[in-house]
């Protein structure tokens, strides 16, 4: 049989009487918007996180799209990034009418450089927005610092790294906002579109809340211009039981990455993650650089081994960012890891077997 690169399939089988109840009894309550789903999933989700607020909501997006909302960002602002993420990071940057100023990656990490955000700060500058790529948080204590200093807010993309510790503390409870996605494929995944926002400013909580459900107040008074930001309680229910899994599914990935990092060791044409020594990565993603990228990954593909590319080209670089005026070079470690960076198959259902073959035929290609 093929190997999966993630395989759902066999993580619903792991949970199905479990998912397949909870699913039913949202059929039969009818209560398919807001309710008690969503009520225990928010609190399930507090209590992991350590966030005072958790908002369920409808994506990673438009988690990410309230959180600037909420902290009212609009034209003539300008928000710090990385150019190494996936378009929904600056994408809502752009939507909402503000300008996405790019910093360059650090080589190792592949995270926002927090050395560099200072230089790229002006009196027009709002909000940074770090992302924790692959699972693994930036250098959040310096990216707050520079942030106090210059009296910005920090939103932390965590659409990756739901899960993950940076100095004891969890992912999505770092900054101002954190803001995480439950897509399917995601380290804590629903079956659909979903996502989180957590704060511990309770007005800022308040109004990500009235936002996301077309800014009301209280039935038919609205006092913002909102969107339709919810979650529903399917995707709630779906949650909650792979909640009560999650920490298993996590030691199962970082014993998956760590066999993987003893595996490829050797190959010398392989560079495998680097995770700094005070933080985790829930391997969102597990990524390797490789000179001859296409070779390998059309090389592993014929031995039945599925690969992908997060990213192959920076944001900088896309044509819906041509109106920000970069050009090829301006963010030369970015672009240099785009053209390298390839995903080898991660999740917590990954068998020994099949990951042997996967590096094996990394080790033949690399002799
Ligand atoms: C997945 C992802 C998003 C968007 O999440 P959706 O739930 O798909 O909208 C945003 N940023 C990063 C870094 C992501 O990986």
Same mark, same amino acid.
């Given at each position: 049989?093929?190997?999966n690169?993630?395989?759902?399939?066999?993580?619903y089988?792991?949970y199905?009487?479990?998912i397949?109840?909870e699913i039913l009894?949202?059929?039969?309550?009818?209560?398919?918007?807001?309710?008690?789903?969503?009520?225990?999933?928010?609190?399930?989700?507090?209590?992991?996180?350590? /966030?005072? =607020?958790?908002?369920?909501?409808?994506?990673?997006?438009?988690?990410?799209l309230?959180?600037l909302?909420?902290?009212?960002?609009?034209?003539?602002?300008?928000?710090?990034?990385?150019?190494?993420?996936?378009?929904?990071?600056?994408?809502?940057?752009?939507?909402?009418?503000?300008k996405?100023?790019?910093?360059?990656?650090?080589e190792?990490?592949?995270?926002?450089?927090?050395?560099?955000?200072?230089? /790229?700060?002006?009196?027009?500058?709002?909000?940074?927005?770090?992302? /924790?790529? !692959?699972?693994?948080c930036?250098?959040?204590?310096?990216?707050?610092?520079? /942030?106090?200093?210059?009296g910005?807010?920090?939103?932390?993309d965590a659409?990756?790294?739901?899960?993950a510790?940076?100095k004891g503390?969890?992912?999505c409870?770092?900054?101002?906002i954190?803001?995480?996605?439950?897509?399917?494929?995601?380290?804590?995944?629903?079956?659909g579109?979903?996502?989180?926002i957590?704060t511990h400013?309770?007005?800022?909580?308040?109004k990500?809340?009235m936002?996301?459900?077309?800014?009301?107040?209280?039935?038919?008074?609205?006092?913002?211009?909102?969107?339709?930001?919810?979650?529903?309680?399917?995707?709630?229910?779906?949650l909650?039981?792979?909640?009560? =899994?999650?920490?298993?599914?996590?030691?199962?990935?970082?014993k998956?990455?760590?066999? !993987?990092?003893d595996g490829?060791?050797?190959c010398?044409?392989?560079a495998?993650? !680097?995770?700094?020594?005070?933080?985790d990565?829930?391997?969102?993603?597990?990524?390797?650089?490789?000179?001859d990228?296409?070779?390998?990954?059309?090389?592993l593909?014929?031995?039945?081994?599925?690969t992908?590319? =997060?990213?192959p080209?920076?944001?900088?670089?896309?044509?819906a960012?041509?109106?920000?005026g !970069?050009?090829a070079?301006?963010?030369?470690?970015?672009?240099?890891?785009?053209?390298?960076?390839?995903?080898?198959?991660?999740?917590?259902?990954?068998? =020994?077997?099949?990951q042997e073959?996967?590096?094996?035929a990394?080790?033949?290609?690399h002799?």
């Open positions: 049989m093929a190997i690169f993630i395989d759902l399939q066999a993580q089988r792991a199905k009487e479990e397949d109840r009894e949202v059929c039969e309550s009818a209560q398919f918007i807001g309710g008690p789903k969503i009520a225990a999933l928010e609190n399930a989700l507090s209590l992991y996180t350590g /966030a005072a =607020h958790a908002i369920a909501c409808s994506s990673g997006t438009d988690a990410l309230l959180a909302m909420a902290l009212g960002i609009g034209s003539g602002d300008e928000v710090i990034t990385t150019p190494f993420t996936f378009i929904a990071t600056a994408e809502v940057i752009a939507f909402l009418g503000a996405s100023v790019f910093v360059d990656i650090e190792k990490t592949y995270n926002i450089d927090a050395h560099k955000i200072e230089a /790229a700060i002006t009196e027009r500058t709002k909000v940074i927005i770090p992302v /924790a790529l !692959y699972g693994q930036a250098d959040m204590d310096a990216i707050n610092a520079v /942030a106090a200093k210059h910005l807010s920090v939103i932390e659409c990756q790294s739901f899960g510790t940076y503390k969890k992912s409870n770092l900054s101002t954190g803001c995480t996605s439950f897509f399917p494929s995601k380290p804590l995944g629903c079956y579109d979903g996502g989180a957590f400013d309770d007005e800022l909580a308040q990500m809340r936002l996301l459900n077309h800014g009301q107040n209280a039935r038919y008074k609205h006092r913002y211009i909102g969107i339709n930001g919810r979650l529903d309680a399917i995707q709630a229910a779906v909650s039981v792979k909640l009560k =899994h999650f920490d298993h599914e996590l030691a199962l990935r970082q998956i990455a760590a066999r !993987y990092d490829l060791f050797t010398n044409n392989v495998t993650p !680097y995770i700094k020594a005070d933080r990565s829930v391997y969102a993603q597990y990524s390797i650089r490789v000179k990228r296409d070779n390998v990954a059309a090389a593909s014929a031995r039945g081994i599925p992908a590319v =997060h990213y080209m920076a944001l900088h670089l896309q044509e960012f041509a109106p920000l !970069y050009k070079g301006d963010f030369p470690i970015s672009e240099k890891i785009s053209e390298e960076i390839m995903s080898l198959p991660m999740s917590p259902f990954l068998s =020994h077997d099949d073959q996967i590096i094996a990394l080790k033949a290609l002799a």
